[in-house]
């Protein structure tokens, strides 16, 4: 489903991580686009560059880098006051930046808060609740997340979201692995998505979670992993599509006037919207089910849960915000 038609109007657009693959790529494309790009990484030094790069190739000067931790509140605080004073407006947010450091050990923010969640959740969401003031003076505001074909694991009945170790040192009862906490915090991501559509619906602001099912991953990235994830992330890079490819499956989600009524959904790589999986699928949906192109986990729809995490995200950052 790609829409065609789309909002002509020059946006005001944040990426966050967006030095580097999709994130990069997505900032070239909605700068070549004539957009006003904020490029929100956390290292300047490094974003420099590629921001330069960036304006020569679009000849956009409107392509701006501010510095973002996004798995530190005092960043994301820090950013959002300078970004009040420095643009006064927003249109379009992508939380794109994220922590897959697959094989690290366990690591916490200066919060004392599990890394990637802090990084891949709470940073996304705290960031969007100080900016919902901007976002919602816009007349077409969208917030879209990237998600993660990882939550496919949660089509395993017995999976839960476990919601109780993620402040302090890691007391699990299985070894630490930033493997799970990533598929986790995607899947956190997901509910987060479904739920601040609703809370935001009469603000006008929509909200997507894009599903990527694998885009082509840098050196620097993959030299984040530790043995034997390289490796194995090193052979499916072989056959993951190019970043322009998911960059340009952002734009459309942001832009095109088929997603303007839409909102609180997960949508995949072909651009079409998916669906909740069945209680009980029959062979035909099961198969879907393991391609987990057109069907998430129904896990994602617990209501339950997407309230004990919102409470969560509320919690950790509401004192301070
Ligand atoms: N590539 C895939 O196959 C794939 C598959 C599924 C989902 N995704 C999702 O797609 C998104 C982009 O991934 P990618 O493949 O383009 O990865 P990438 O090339 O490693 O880019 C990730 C970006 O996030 C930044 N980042 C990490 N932690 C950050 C922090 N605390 N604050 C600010 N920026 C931070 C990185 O900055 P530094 O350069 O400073 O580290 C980098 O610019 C991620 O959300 C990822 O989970 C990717």
């Given at each position: 489903?790609v829409g065609?038609t789309?909002?002509?109007?020059?946006r005001?657009?944040i990426?966050?991580?967006a030095?580097?693959?999709?994130?990069?790529a997505?900032?070239?494309?909605?700068?070549?686009?004539g957009?006003t790009?904020?490029m929100?990484?956390?290292?300047?030094?490094h974003g420099?560059?590629?921001?330069?790069?960036?304006i020569a190739a679009?000849n956009n000067?409107?392509i701006?880098?501010?510095?973002?931790?996004?798995?530190?509140?005092?960043?994301i605080?820090a950013?959002?006051?300078?970004?009040?004073?420095?643009?006064?407006?927003?249109?379009?947010?992508?939380?794109?930046?994220?922590?897959?450091?697959?094989?690290?050990?366990?690591?916490v923010?200066d919060d004392q808060?599990?890394?990637?969640?802090?990084t891949?959740v709470?940073?996304?969401y705290?960031?969007?609740?100080?900016?919902?003031?901007?976002l919602?003076?816009?007349?077409?505001?969208?917030?879209l997340?990237?998600g993660s074909?990882?939550?496919?694991?949660?089509?395993?009945?017995?999976?839960?979201?476990?919601l109780?170790?993620?402040?302090?040192a890691?007391?699990?009862?299985k070894p630490f692995?930033?493997y799970?906490?990533?598929?986790n915090?995607?899947?956190?991501?997901?509910?987060l998505?479904?739920?601040?559509?609703?809370?935001?619906?009469?603000?006008?602001?929509r909200?997507?979670?894009?599903?990527?099912n694998g885009?082509?991953?840098?050196?620097?990235?993959?030299?984040?992993f530790?043995l034997?994830?390289?490796?194995?992330?090193?052979?499916?890079?072989?056959?993951?599509?190019?970043?322009?490819?998911?960059?340009?499956?952002?734009?459309e989600?942001c832009?095109?006037a088929?997603?303007s009524?839409?909102?609180g959904k997960?949508?995949?790589?072909?651009?079409?919207i998916?669906?909740?999986s069945?209680?009980?699928p029959?062979?035909?949906d099961?198969?879907?089910q393991?391609?987990?192109?057109?069907?998430?986990?129904?896990?994602?729809d617990?209501?339950?849960?997407?309230?004990?995490?919102w409470v969560?995200c509320?919690?950790l950052?509401?004192?301070?915000?």
């Open positions: 489903m065609n789309r909002n002509m109007k020059k005001t657009v990426i966050t991580g030095n580097s693959g999709i994130g990069k997505a900032s070239l494309k909605f700068a070549m686009e957009h790009v904020i929100a990484c956390r290292s300047l030094q420099s560059v590629i921001q330069d790069g960036i679009s000067k409107n701006f880098l501010e510095e973002l931790d996004a798995s530190s509140s005092a960043s605080r950013f959002c006051t300078r970004y009040r004073d420095r643009y006064g407006k927003l249109d379009i947010l992508i939380h794109n930046a994220a922590y897959i450091d697959h094989g690290s050990p366990h690591r923010n808060i599990e890394l990637t969640f802090a891949n709470l940073g996304p705290l960031l969007t609740m100080k900016l919902k003031d901007l919602a003076g816009s007349n077409d505001a969208r917030v997340n990237a074909n990882i939550i496919k694991h949660y089509f395993n009945p017995k999976l839960e979201l476990e109780d170790n993620l402040i302090g890691y007391t699990g009862d692995s930033v799970n906490s990533y598929r915090s995607k899947m956190a991501l997901l509910m998505t479904f739920r601040m559509a609703d809370e935001f619906k009469m603000d006008g602001i909200v997507y979670n894009l599903q990527i885009a082509k991953m840098s050196k620097e990235t993959l030299r984040k530790t034997p994830w390289w490796m194995i992330a090193g052979v499916q890079n072989l056959f993951f599509r190019p970043t322009s490819f998911m960059a340009d499956s952002y734009y989600i832009t095109s088929a997603f009524e839409t909102s997960l949508i995949n790589h072909r651009l079409e998916m669906v909740p069945k209680e009980n029959g062979i035909a099961q198969v879907r393991l391609t987990g192109a057109g069907i998430y986990p129904n896990y994602a617990r209501t339950d849960m997407q309230e004990k995490l969560l509320r919690e950052t509401a004192p301070k915000l």
